[in-house]
């Protein structure tokens, strides 16, 4: 088992910066790629960014590239994601998350259902 804990949401203003942090512990050697989603009332669950644990490849939906950035530290076993240039259409609750290694996470990592492992949430409000 994983348990992940995120911390680091709020509120800002259109244009402004926020750092979500999460720490994962338990079987973290199991985990293969980890990443974010966010759900804003009323929507589905949406991908925002994936990162693969040993190899450090990302990827993003066309919505944050290049106002997001996803990192990971092994050593500390933590996830990072770096929101920059926030829109008043982030707003939303964050989640984080961590896959195991199976054939459909090697797939893809963009994918809700190849996630074994979630955070509580943090809420993310951009103002305008």
């Known amino acids: 088992q ?11 203003q259109a244009g402004g910066s926020l750092r979500l942090s999460c720490a ?11 990443a974010w989603f966010r759900q804003a009332p009323g929507t589905e669950r949406e991908f ?4 693969t644990w040993s190899a450090g490849s990302t990827y993003y939906p066309d919505s944050v590239k290049g106002r997001f950035t996803i990192s990971r530290d ?3 076993s933590t996830v990072t994601l770096q929101m920059n240039n926030l829109k008043p259409e982030d707003t939303a609750a964050y989640y984080c ?5 199976t054939l459909r996470a090697r797939l893809s990592l963009r ?3 190849v996630y074994d492992y ?3 949430g943090t809420q993310v409000t951009v103002s305008s």
Do not use: P
């Open 48 to 51: 925002v960014a994936a990162i």
């Open 24 to 34: 994962a512990s338990g079987r973290t050697s199991s985990i293969y790629g980890a």
């Open 74 to 76: 092994r050593a500390k």
């Open 2 to 12: 994983v348990q992940l804990v995120e911390s680091g949401g709020g509120l800002v």
């Open 118 to 120: 979630w955070g509580q």
């Open 97 to 101: 998350s961590a896959a195991r290694l």
């Open 111 to 113: 994918s809700a259902d």
